[in-house]
C-alpha cells in the first residue's frame, strides 16, 4: 500500500514553499520522495525548507521567484529543465491579496490581488502542462479557498473573485488535459491559522469565536494539515482523482448556515 504513496524519482514545483501551507506540502512531498523545486520571494525561507528537504535524502532547489510575473516563472521552468528534465507534479500555493471593501477597492488592486492568484496560478500551470503532456503524466494541485464558493464579506470582494477563478480554471484544464494524462485538482482550506489570522486575533479575540463557531471539526486548521492531502493528489493513489474541488475545512463547508456546532439540542 505504501508503494502508491511512493514519489521517490519525481520530480514537483511548489510556489510559497518559504511559510505555511506551501512549506508543509514541500516538506510533506520531499518525505515521499520526491526532488522539488521551491519558489519564494523569500529566498531565505525557501533555502531553509530546503535544507530540511535535503536533509530526508531527496534534493531540493530554492529558486527567488515572484508568481505575479510571466518572466520569473518562465525562467524557472527553463532553470527546472536543465535542473530536472522533467516536472510530475506542480503545487501552486503563492500568492497574497488586497482585502478592502468593495466601494473602496482601487482596480490597481483588484489587477494585483489577480496577478498574484489567478494569473500566476495560470502561467505555472501552462508551463507545467505544457511538459507533463509531452511525458504524457502529471498532476497539478492548485489552492483555492472556500471564498472561491461560498461569499465572505469582510472585504474579500478581490480574494473571492480570483479564488472563483481558480476553481473555474482547475475544472477547465482537468477536462481539457485529464484525457492525455495530466490530472487537475484544487484545495479549498477555510481558516488557517497564520501569523496574519493570529494578529487579526489578537486584535479582536471576538473573531476567534466567530470563526470557530462555523468549523464543526472545533479547531481552526493548520499549514500541517495540507501534507496527506498533498501526497495524495501527487502520487498513482488519487490516478482517478481529476477535476475535484476538495474542501479542507473542518466541515464548514458542510454545515448550515443556522447550525448549531457539537450536541446542543433544543427541546419543545
Known amino acids: 500500500m505504501t508503494q502508491m504513496f511512493d514519489l521517490s524519482g519525481r520530480v514537483a514545483v511548489v510556489s510559497g514553499a518559504a511559510s505555511g501551507m506551501?512549506?508543509?506540502?514541500?516538506?510533506?512531498l520531499g518525505e515521499a520522495g520526491a526532488d522539488l523545486m521551491l519558489?519564494?520571494?523569500?529566498?531565505?525561507?525557501?533555502?531553509?525548507?530546503?535544507?530540511e528537504i535535503e536533509s530526508m535524502g531527496p534534493r531540493a532547489v530554492p529558486v527567488n521567484c515572484n508568481v505575479s510575473r510571466p518572466d520569473e516563472i518562465r525562467?524557472?521552468?527553463?532553470?527546472?529543465?536543465?535542473?530536472f528534465g522533467r516536472v510530475d507534479f506542480l503545487g501552486n500555493v503563492a500568492g497574497e491579496a488586497v482585502r478592502k471593501k468593495p466601494e473602496d477597492i482601487t482596480l490597481d488592486d483588484v489587477e494585483w490581488t489577480?496577478?498574484?492568484?489567478?494569473?500566476?496560478?495560470?502561467?505555472?500551470?501552462?508551463?507545467?502542462g505544457r511538459r507533463?503532456?509531452?511525458?504524457?503524466?502529471?498532476?497539478?494541485?492548485?489552492?483555492?479557498?472556500?471564498?472561491?464558493i461560498t461569499g465572505m464579506g469582510r472585504g474579500h470582494i478581490a480574494y473571492s473573485m480570483a479564488m472563483g477563478a481558480?476553481?473555474?480554471?482547475?475544472?477547465?484544464?482537468?477536462?481539457?488535459?485529464?484525457?492525455?494524462?495530466?490530472?487537475?485538482?484544487?484545495?479549498?482550506?477555510?481558516q488557517v491559522l497564520n501569523p496574519g489570522l493570529q494578529a487579526r486575533i489578537d486584535k479582536?479575540?471576538?473573531?476567534?469565536?466567530?470563526?470557530?463557531?462555523?468549523?464543526?471539526?472545533g479547531r481552526?486548521?493548520?499549514?500541517?494539515?495540507?501534507?496527506?492531502?498533498?501526497?495524495?493528489?501527487?502520487?498513482?493513489?488519487?490516478?482517478?482523482?481529476?477535476?475535484?474541488?476538495?474542501?479542507?475545512?473542518g466541515g464548514n463547508l458542510a454545515m448550515n448556515a443556522g447550525g448549531s456546532v457539537g450536541t446542543e439540542v433544543f427541546k419543545e
Open 22 to 28: 506551501g512549506r508543509a506540502m514541500s516538506l510533506a
Open 39 to 51: 519558489l519564494d520571494i523569500n529566498l531565505q525561507g525557501a533555502e531553509k525548507t530546503a535544507g
Open 75 to 83: 525562467a524557472m521552468f527553463a532553470q527546472l529543465d536543465n535542473e
Open 114 to 128: 489577480w496577478r498574484n492568484l489567478v494569473y500566476g496560478r495560470f502561467c505555472c500551470s501552462q508551463e507545467a
Open 132 to 148: 507533463m503532456l509531452a511525458a504524457g503524466r502529471g498532476s497539478i494541485v492548485s489552492l483555492g479557498s472556500l471564498a472561491s
Open 166 to 190: 481558480v476553481v473555474q480554471m482547475t475544472r477547465e484544464l482537468s477536462t481539457e488535459w485529464s484525457g492525455r494524462g495530466v490530472r487537475v485538482n484544487a484545495i479549498l482550506p477555510a
Open 204 to 217: 479582536d479575540p471576538r473573531i476567534k469565536e466567530r470563526f470557530l463557531s462555523g468549523i464543526p471539526r
Open 220 to 249: 481552526f486548521g493548520s499549514p500541517d494539515d495540507i501534507r496527506g492531502l498533498s501526497v495524495l493528489l501527487a502520487s498513482d493513489a488519487s490516478s482517478w482523482i481529476t477535476g475535484a474541488i476538495i474542501p479542507m475545512d
